[in-house]
Structure formats: structure tokens, C-alpha cells
Nanobody
Framework: VQLQASGGGLVQAGDSLRLSCAAS???????MGWFRQGAGKEREFVAA????????DYADDVNGRFTISRDNAKSTVYLQMNSLKPEDTAVYYC??????????????????????WGQGTQVTVSS
């Protein structure tokens, strides 16, 4: 599986961005997630979504501002980011995995639960 993330950019605090992650192959068979890594920081969980989209989880600091969604017909997962803050500045990565049968919130909030990763897209939020 190959993942191609896009949609990053430079925005001001309070603005919105929508990231996209296009997957090769049958994306509907994969659990999908977004992670981010700020400069000098460890990679951290942002959001995850089950195969059909019925289960979604978010990190506490983005809950209510970010929305993860997917369009399996287009093999694409999205991250709508609203009310952006300077602390959201990071490289955002999408990831996917299909080794488990059932979605698990705790499992898919961990970066080591994902087998495939995209190349990342930079999001910079100025104050």
C-alpha cells in the first residue's frame, strides 16, 4: 500500500485546512489514522477511523476542532482541521493497517499499530 498525503500549508491561527491521504489499492480494507510530529518532538496520535467510518477517535487536544473522515470509493481519508493553533504546527502523517479484524481505539492510537505510512505534509500555523 502506498499513501500520499497532501493539503498542508501555511495558515494563520484560527484558519482551517483539510488534509487528504490517497491510498493505493483497496483502502476500504484498512483502518486509517493521522499522526503528527512537531520539531524536536515525538510523533503523536491525532485521529483514527475504522474501515466503514463508524468509529472515530481523536487526541484530546484536537477533539472538537479536527474531524477525520473517509471516502472509500475514492480510497481517500481526510482530516478537516478547524480553529488551528500555533501548537498544531507539525508534519502530519497518514497511516493505515489491516492486520486486525476489529477496530480498537486504544490499539489504533499507537503509531506502532500501523504497517504503512505516507510521506507527511507540513502544516504551519502562525500566530
Amino acid at each position: 500500500v502506498q499513501l500520499q498525503a497532501s493539503g498542508g500549508g501555511l495558515v494563520q491561527a484560527g484558519d482551517s485546512l483539510r488534509l487528504s491521504c490517497a491510498a493505493s489499492g483497496d483502502a476500504a480494507s484498512y483502518f486509517m489514522g493521522w499522526f503528527r510530529q512537531g520539531a524536536g518532538k515525538e510523533r503523536e496520535f491525532v485521529a483514527a477511523i475504522s474501515r466503514g467510518g463508524g468509529n472515530r477517535d481523536y487526541a484530546d487536544d484536537v477533539n472538537g476542532r479536527f474531524t477525520i473522515s473517509r471516502d472509500n470509493a475514492k480510497s481517500t481519508v481526510y482530516l478537516q482541521m478547524n480553529s488551528l493553533k500555533p501548537e498544531d504546527t507539525a508534519v502530519y502523517y497518514c497511516a493505515c493497517d489491516n492486520r486486525r479484524t476489529y477496530y480498537s481505539s486504544r490499539y489504533y492510537s499507537r503509531s506502532d499499530s500501523y504497517a504503512y505510512w505516507g510521506q507527511g505534509t507540513q502544516v504551519t500555523v502562525s500566530s
